[in-house]
């Protein structure tokens, strides 16, 4: 059969490797970026990252530490507001002027 | 690689129930405040450290005021709706419009009477620092008349207080409770 012999040519031919030294080690480490670079696998590199043992209790404690603070600054934030607008509200509660827009609108709904 | 990602989750689920703790210690007495009858009487209590005997005498001054409120609120809506259809059927300045404006202002005044009425009778009931406080309060809130309605740059509405606008708040009030 034709294909089962190997055209002479093609079996003596040799890829022209350029002469540098590094260039295998380059073609690894460009495949290597490349793999690096899929959703996946940088996910997996990160998991990886924050799960080794030497690095997940700083990490750990940090992310507590972050959240911890987070939440007591946005609830500060909320607390003072919320207080802030009850006392607008004590204002208007105890004006009767305050309260002629809302009487007027069910009256005029009458 | 799903081991891991099962640790990270649980991780991020105990996260953010830490988070939600933290918030809701942090807000508590804002929300007991709210689930309360008069959330704006809690404000008055935190606001000016009232004790439990100071806070039940208020409460029920507040419950008096609220029914004189209503009824003067009605009256003031009332001759307001007496001022605009006088306006909307007068096409020059007349002595029905007088009449009408000068009600409205008469009423605007009996209300604004009442308001300062209870402020006193509220503060009379604080500690004297505290009551020095409330009242500045209310008159900034109520009485000033500066406001200057504006839009911001961010395209915000804002009321802005003229402060030049206002009459010296600080010593007139003051100076009359002596």
Redesign the interface.
């Known amino acids: 059969m034709k294909d089962e012999k190997p055209i002479p040519e093609l079996e003596e031919w040799k890829i022209d490797l350029p002469e540098d030294p590094h260039f295998h080690s380059a073609v690894w480490r460009e495949i290597a970026m490349r793999d690096a670079t899929s959703p996946a696998n940088r996910l997996?590199d990160i998991?990886?990252h924050?799960?080794i043992p030497r690095l997940a209790i700083p990490a750990?404690s940090v992310?507590?530490l972050v959240?911890?603070l987070?939440?007591?600054l946005?609830?500060?934030r909320?607390?003072e507001k919320?207080?802030e607008n009850?006392?607008?509200?004590?204002?208007s509660?105890?004006?009767?002027?305050?309260?002629?827009g809302a009487?007027?609108s069910s009256?005029s709904d009458h | 690689m799903v081991k891991n990602l099962v640790i990270v989750s649980l991780s991020l689920a105990l996260l953010s129930c830490l988070y939600g703790g933290v918030y809701s210690w942090i807000t508590a007495d804002t929300a007991r405040a709210m689930q309360s009858d008069y959330p704006e009487l809690e404000w008055l209590r935190r606001e000016y450290e009232l004790s439990d005997g100071q806070f039940s005498e208020i409460r029920k001054m507040h419950e008096e005021h609220d029914i004189v409120c209503r009824e003067l609120c009605r009256d003031l809506v009332a001759t307001q709706k007496d001022l605009e259809s006088v306006i909307s059927t007068h096409p020059q300045i007349s002595t029905e419009v007088q009449e009408a404006l000068a009600a409205w202002t008469r009423q605007r005044n009996r209300c604004r009477e009442a308001t300062l009425s209870h402020m006193y009778e509220v503060s009379s009931v604080m500690k004297d620092d505290a009551a020095s406080r409330y009242r500045e309060s209310i008159f900034r809130h109520l009485i000033v008349p500066g406001k200057m309605p504006h839009i911001g740059k961010n395209g915000e509405f804002h009321e802005e207080l003229i402060e030049h606008a206002a009459p010296d708040s600080s010593g007139s009030l003051n100076s009359d409770d002596d």
């Open positions: 997996r998991l990886d924050l799960l750990a992310a507590i959240v911890f987070g939440a007591s946005h609830g500060l909320n607390r919320a207080w009850l006392g607008l509200v004590y204002s509660a105890i004006d009767p002027i305050s309260h002629t009487i007027s009256l």
